[in-house]
Nanobody, 129 residues
Framework: QVQLVESGGGLVQAEGSLRLSCAAS????????MGWFRQAPGKEREFVAA????????YYADSVKGRFTISRDNAKNTVYLRLNSLKPEDTAVYYC??????????????????????WGQGTQVTVSS
């Protein structure tokens, strides 16, 4: 069982920035594809970004490409999401997730919530207009 704990959310004005962190327990963190998802009130949980085990490959939703950056530090068992140029429509609870079954980012798989085995509790990001 892997425990994931997100932090770094908060209230920020439009065009502002935040950095979210996800601290993971376990000894096999580097073998997991890690992803970020978000869920706004009344909406389905949607894919944001993913990163492969060694951090060499990333994948982003079109809605955040060029604004958000996913990274990881395997020595710290931590994955990050840098959110730049925030928009009110980015307001959501952001969730960190781990996929134990893949070490490589695969479009069509790693962008689906059902591919992930472990989830954090979420951290709220609110962007004011």
């Amino acid at each position: 069982q892997v425990q994931l704990v997100e932090s770094g959310g908060g209230l920020v004005q439009a065009e502002g920035s935040l950095r979210l962190s996800c601290a993971a327990s376990g000894r096999t963190f580097s073998s997991y594809v890690m992803g970020w998802f978000r869920q706004a009130p009344g909406k389905e949980r949607e894919f944001v970004a993913a990163i492969n085990g060694n951090g060499g490959n990333t994948y982003y939703a079109d809605s955040v490409k060029g604004r958000f950056t996913i990274s990881r530090d395997n020595a710290k068992n931590t994955v990050y999401l840098r959110l730049n140029s925030l928009k009110p429509e980015d307001t959501a609870v952001y969730y960190c997730a781990a996929d134990r079954d893949f070490v490589t980012v695969i479009p069509g798989i790693t962008d689906h919530a059902t591919s992930y085995d472990y989830w954090g509790q979420g951290t709220q990001v609110t962007v004011s207009s």
